[in-house]
């Protein structure tokens, strides 16, 4: 998996594109001193990768640019890594982003480099116990420390924090819920009361729109819960005494369009198989009686996708006396479903 393609990937942009998340979430995991030197009302959201594209199972991440008290702007870098475990490595990693986030800066011929804030969150199951410095990377004499690369970056593991003490707005909460809780063997447990925030959110376009990020989410990144448990999870928590709401209504239509979606798929899929054998015993037959297949007629037969039309081709190509007959039925089948109606 790899950018979009990765459903951690799609949340994380999915949600750290939303301004209001990210300025609470920042609010909440800044250090003060930071918070007091930068105004997260200038925040804004930069370049949308700088992760490698092979790197893109492990990590996503998000730039942002914001003003400071003293008129001038540094950047803001959140880096997600949803393995299971810690990397080792991970400042080494940072580092490399970082020099790409600077090279920007000599693009634009700036005449000094922007500060950039790292901050890592982690969301696996083990602990983090990496250092979060660049010189933890490192050992030797203390006469050496001097050449050793220093720069820190701050770490928010999700791991350390049980779910009463994750703070912040409805969406900020939601969202760091879904992915403390997306590798647990109890998600389907732990998802009504996720699901239950969404009550707290005054606009209901938005709580609708955030819904059917977090079901597509939960869909694609964890095989841990199923149609059923979807289900069971928006009726316990948006579901009041007088019946289903709104929400709830678009959301099981949601999951209902997905399910319609797959089978469509699936049908199609099996279909392509079928043609694409069919085609393939055409084929072999005319080997076997004509010891021939010219490159024409197997591009006429591409053209065809229609199981039962290629069935009747396979009996005439069993009862054909030549294959030039076969190559004018071919090409009379091909010309009737190529001419407007």
Known sequence: MSGLGNPHDK?????????????????????????????????????????????????????Y???????????IYLLLEHKSYPDPFIALQLLRYLVRI????????????????????????????????????FTGDEALRP?????????YDLSRYSDAEIQGAVLTRITQLLLRHIFDPRL?????????????????????????TVLRYLSAASERVSREDLVHALETALVDDKGETLMTTLAQQWIQEGEQAGLE?????????????????????????FDTADLALVQNLEKIDDLD?????????????????????????????????
């Open 265 to 289: 798929k699936g049908i199609q899929k099996g279909l392509q198989k079928g043609l694409r054998a069919m085609r393939n015993s055409i084929l072999d037959l005319l080997k076997v009686r």
């Open 102 to 137: 600077w090279e920007q800066d000599l693009r634009e011929k700036r005449q000094q480099l922007r500060l950039v804030v790292p901050l890592v969150v982690y969301h696996g199951a083990k602990r983090w116990r990496v250092a979060t410095n660049f010189e933890g990377l």
């Open 188 to 212: 389907a447990d732990e998802l009504p009361r996720i699901f239950q925030l969404f009550r707290e959110l005054a606009h209901q376009e938005t709580a609708l729109q955030f819904l059917e």
């Open 65 to 75: 640019r914001v003003e400071t008290k003293e008129q001038t702007s540094l950047y």
């Open 147 to 155: 050449y050793w690369p220093q720069f820190e970056y701050i770490l």
């Open 309 to 341: 039309t290629l069935r009747i081709i396979l009996t005439q190509v069993a009862t054909a006396d030549s294959i030039t007959q076969v190559e004018q039925a071919v090409a009379a089948v091909v010309a009737d479903e190529t001419t407007p109606d």
């Open 11 to 63: 949340f994380f942009k999915e949600a750290c594109s939303r301004p209001e998340v990210v300025r609470d979430f920042l609010a909440q995991q800044l250090p003060p001193a930071v918070l007091a030197q930068i105004d997260l009302d200038t925040l804004a959201l930069q370049k949308d990768t700088f992760v490698d594209a092979d790197l893109g199972e492990h990590f996503s991440d998000r730039l």
